[in-house]
């Protein structure tokens, strides 16, 4: 009887500790939402959501994001997300003292990095002293970005653009196009 009782005990405050943890995650979440200097209506965050704002980040009406999203933006910089914009799990944002500006009705799959600054690469000092060289990015409207895509500084996805999973994005893309590859190269246009 007495191992009954036990199982029972841990079973029923094993889910409350369980539930517990969810609800101080969610509300860590929220919290995070709190550092954007503008928040549209009805915008959804999931556990784990980190917002590190030194700068200027918005975010429009109706735009969701799963669990694991940061978005990180160094003074002077500025993250921008359009309406109606869904991002998956585990999607980075970092804009450095750039800007980043992502269009309405847009996807971004789950592992997306989208960074607007690379390390300086000269070959005699060591790479972690060098100055970052900030490039900006836009993404367009109407864009989809697969699972696993990195989406390096100073690129322009236009509107309507689809990007291929695991692509690394370098140049600038053209309107209603599909890309995939390392690097992206356009393999088919949307009619």
Not at 75 to 98: A, L
Request: hydrophobic content about 40%; proline content about 1%.
């Amino acid at each position: 009887m007495e191992k009954f009782l036990k199982e029972i005990a841990v079973s029923v405050f094993g889910r409350f500790f369980s539930s517990c943890i969810k609800i101080g995650r969610m509300y860590m979440s929220n919290l995070s939402l709190s550092k954007c200097n503008v928040v549209g209506h009805a915008v959804v965050v999931g556990a784990d959501f980190i917002v590190d704002n030194q700068g200027f980040i918005s975010i429009e009406d109706n735009t969701i994001f799963s669990g694991k999203v940061l978005l990180s933006c160094y003074k002077g910089g500025q993250i921008v997300i359009g309406r109606n914009t869904f991002f998956g799990d585990n999607v980075k944002i970092v804009s450095d003292t750039g800007s980043i500006i992502i269009g309405s009705n847009s996807l971004i799959a789950e592992d997306v990095s989208i960074r607007a600054s690379n390390h300086g690469l000269q070959a005699n000092k060591l790479i972690r002293l060098q100055k970052n060289r900030v490039s900006n990015i836009t993404i367009g409207s109407d864009v989809w970005i697969g699972k696993g895509v990195a989406v390096l500084a100073g690129v322009k996805i236009s509107d309507g653009c689809v990007i291929g999973a695991n692509s690394v994005v370098t140049k600038s893309t053209d309107t209603n196009t599909i890309y995939a590859g390392v690097p992206a190269r356009a393999i088919h246009r949307r009619e």
